[in-house]
């Protein structure tokens, strides 16, 4: 089978230098994959009835590629490693030794160098992450172009699993009601550094090189340094939250983001669409989006379950001091427990109000005059037009967090 296809593929003028070593398992849609410039290396591997392929990639040209119901953008260049379940939407590139896993999202000119890791990871245009880098449950923007482009250095990690073994960790760099004008300076992680989730970093932030960054820091511009520890041993209780409150509060506004990214998913992306690869590309976002939600969603409910067990323990000792943070674990749990209902009683597709519904006039009408390059024409907007976008998708994102903290 996979002889017949590979000869299908070079039929319609798909490059592959080496058939004997290229596979393509039998659930693949070869109408998926363009014939158009289309390069697949040695090695390659293609799996899942998802997998789309657009004009001009090319695949494993440093080494070995495994694409499994991986969406390829155009004019992308994935040199070797693993991609699953996730969503590129073009002139994106990856070095060598990639492991790309389910629920990731890399816009316009989204790079990374070799040897980085990545889940549950959305990274808006022109964000490029160097080598050797752990960077799962984030979501990063900022930055104007290749020239001046949010970056993460290398030997980068993103702390996103507690000694509590919860993953409601998930940290934002910049916003989304900002960063997808394509206007906001670039955030900048300095390499053999890290970050703890859950976090938020401003827009124009820097971390100097080798810095833990234990703290949010919502404020733009700011120079961020973190330091080390004195040698220390001290005593702890296994399975405690002392501070569950800014937990709940992170993933609230994390997942509320992402709701406001849907909406713009939803009603600004499908306006780009110029033909069959590229409406299933928009098609592919929208799920990888809706995935990305449902495994915050789930992460947040473990954490509540990790946190009955934390008020138990607390539990055991009924000092004034103890008896207080039980109340904050209680007070986090109601919320917890609201979750899953009121985020899904959102309103897909986010019908927009006045603002949303006067951007989303304004984009069409540059579409119909500049064409359908998504980064030019967002970054052509009047201003005008731009402060009402962002004032739609951050009502989006202030009435979710309604829902949790206002009466």
Known sequence: MTEKIIEQLIDKGVRIPNPETVYISSDVDIDRISGNKVTLYSGTKIMGKRSLIMDHAQIGYEAQVTLENTLVGPDSKLNGGYFQDTVLLGK???????????????????????????????????????????????????????????????????????????????????????????????????GQGGLVGPAQIGFGCISAAGSIIRK??????????????????????????????????????????????????????PLFV????????????????????????????DFGEKLKISRDILGANTKTEKSIVIDSHNRVLEKICLAQDVFDRQDPPFLPGPNGQA?????????ANQGKDYVRVIQNLDPADGVKGTAWLANIEKKSMDKFYKP
């Open 92 to 190: 994106n590139q990856f070095g060598s030794n990639a492991h790309v896993r389910k629920g990731c999202i890399l816009e316009e000119q989204a790079n990374a160098a070799h040897t980085v890791g990545l889940k549950q990871t959305i990274l808006f245009p022109f964000v490029t992450l160097g080598s050797l880098i752990n960077f799962c449950d984030c979501l990063m923007a900022g930055g104007t172009s290749r020239k001046d482009h949010s970056e993460v250095g290398s030997s980068f990690i993103h702390f996103n699993y507690t000694p509590n073994q919860d993953k409601a960790t998930p940290s934002m760099m910049g916003n989304v009601h900002q960063g997808v004008m394509l206007n906001k300076p670039p955030v900048f992680l300095g």
């Open 216 to 269: 949010s820091e919502p404020r733009e511009n700011r120079l961020i340094l973190g330091g080390g520890f004195k040698n220390a041993s001290v005593p702890r209780k296994a399975g405690i939250y002392t501070q569950p409150g800014q937990i709940l509060e992170h993933n609230l506004a994390y997942i509320s983001g992402l709701f406001a990214l849907k909406a713009w998913y939803a009603h600004i992306r």
């Open 274 to 301: 110029s033909g069959v690869h590229s409406r299933e590309l928009i098609k592919g976002l929208g799920e990888n989006l809706s995935l990305c939600i449902k495994e915050r969603i789930k992460r947040l409910v």
């Open 359 to 367: 951007f989303i006039r304004s984009v069409e009408t540059a579409v």
